[in-house]
């Protein structure tokens, strides 16, 4: 079985369109420039471009580290957008990171990354979101953390009586 992507009417809370994501190991969706954009821990890794009213592929790549790599070996955790790029969030050996990528072929047009070993924010990040400002909201677990655009802290929720949260 795949993973279904439902397109919901925000005032009925029906869903108007179902359709099969690309498999059944979608780990993040968002929808940028008319575009779905589905993270897949399938295989080889990579975010697929999908049609926003059919769901058929358009494309797909693999998201790059901050060398120019195709990030191998890790998960793929949250993907976002900031309006013109995609965010994903990932587990990277001994660091928890957060890449802006471009959407067209996964090239890195940065990243900012903590030390996983200590109970930070990033540290296995479910779901990210950038706001028009560039405030970045990171949510894990049970706490959602607010960071600017370089990645320093401003704000956190963690009394949230929530378990797991997975996406914003």
Do not use: C, H, P
């Given at each position: 079985p795949f993973d279904q992507i439902?397109?919901?009417d925000a005032a009925t809370g029906a869903a108007s369109s179902v359709f099969d994501a690309p498999?059944?190991?979608?780990?993040?969706?968002?929808?940028?420039?008319?575009?779905?954009?589905?993270a897949s821990n399938?295989?080889?890794?990579?975010?697929?471009?999908l049609n926003a009213t059919t769901g058929a592929p358009e494309a797909n790549f693999r998201p790059k580290d901050n060398w120019g790599n195709d990030i191998?070996?890790?998960?793929?955790?949250?993907?976002?957008?900031?309006?013109?790029?995609?965010?994903?969030?990932?587990?990277?050996?001994n660091e928890s990171c957060v890449l802006k990528i471009n959407e067209n072929n996964g090239d890195n047009k940065g990243r900012f990354c903590q030390d996983q070993n200590q109970n930070t924010a990033l540290k296995q990040a479910s779901g990210i979101a950038i706001g028009p400002d560039g405030v970045i909201v990171i949510a894990k677990d049970d706490e959602i953390v607010?960071?600017?655009?370089?990645?320093?802290?401003?704000?956190?929720?963690?009394?949230?009586?929530?378990?797991?949260?997975?996406?914003?």
């Open positions: 439902l397109i919901v498999d059944a190991s979608g780990q993040g969706l968002t929808y940028l420039g008319g575009y779905l954009y589905y399938a295989g080889d890794k990579r975010i697929y471009k191998t070996g890790q998960n793929l955790l949250g993907l976002g957008n900031d309006g013109s790029d995609l965010w994903l969030s990932y587990a990277e050996s607010k960071r600017d655009s370089a990645g320093q802290f401003l704000q956190d929720w963690s009394d949230l009586d929530a378990s797991d949260i997975q996406g914003l």
